[in-house]
């Protein structure tokens, strides 16, 4: 596709259950970001990607939270043992340089 | 990394000018303005963006003085379909990442 494709759009897990969201970036680029937007707030920045490298993972919020990009295009952030406060939408998105970046429609996630 | 600063939430009418001023008077030098705007159950998406001066679109104006503390998104003529979540972002040429504040909700009233 042409855009950024993000799986499972919706994805509700039982606290104490791992996780895996995946990223499809737009073919080519270099730059892949993942967000986390709880209702009502804007992105807060989890990590960032140049290529296959982790350049920024300032934002995980624990060592739960945990991302890779290894062949420099698709991602998966992954979420071990998630808690209630896990729940919110995860936003991916890709650009080819620091101009423009392309969202995906996010993964809403639910812990119950 | 330079802090924005914008108004929660505005309110207009169709076919009204809507202009949202962003607050960021730490920008640095090679940092860029951006703003994004977001509906619900979407991800954000490019609006413009600007480095000094005036930038235009088909879509939108981006007014930025000559000191950088602070720039303006101007939306002409706006519709109901503009009722969304604007975000204005500064982000430095080499950092990579892209950091959001709360937004501006305006809302379009016919």
């Known amino acids: 596709g042409a855009g950024v494709s993000q799986s499972p759009r919706y994805k509700v897990a039982k606290r104490g259950q791992d996780v895996a969201l995946r990223c499809d970036p737009i073919?080519?680029?270099?730059?892949l970001f993942w967000y986390q937007q709880a209702l009502g707030q804007g992105p807060e920045f989890l990590t960032y990607f140049q290529n296959e490298a982790q350049l920024d993972k300032s934002g995980l919020p624990s060592d739960r939270f945990f991302a890779e990009r290894p062949e420099g295009s698709v991602s998966t952030l992954k979420i071990q043992r998630t808690q209630q406060e896990d729940s919110a939408v995860y936003l991916c998105?890709?650009?080819?340089?620091?101009?423009?970046?392309?969202f995906g429609q996010g993964t809403r996630l639910t812990v119950v | 990394l330079a802090k924005t600063t914008q108004p929660i939430s505005m309110d207009s009418y169709e076919g009204q000018e809507v202009n949202i001023t962003c607050s960021h008077n730490n920008i640095a030098t090679n940092d860029y303005i951006t703003w994004y705007q977001q509906f619900p159950s979407q991800g954000p998406r490019f609006i413009i963006q600007?480095?000094?001066t005036k930038v235009t679109n088909e879509v939108a104006s981006l007014f930025i003085p000559a000191d950088r503390k602070s720039s303006t998104l101007s939306l002409p003529r706006v519709s109901l379909s503009d009722t969304a979540v604007y975000y204005c972002l500064v982000e430095g040429g080499s950092q990579g990442n892209l950091i959001f504040g709360k937004g501006t909700k305006l809302s379009v009233k016919p």
């Open positions: 998105a890709s650009s080819f340089s620091n101009t423009e970046a392309f």
């Open positions: 600007g480095y000094k």
């Open positions: 073919s080519g680029h270099v730059s």
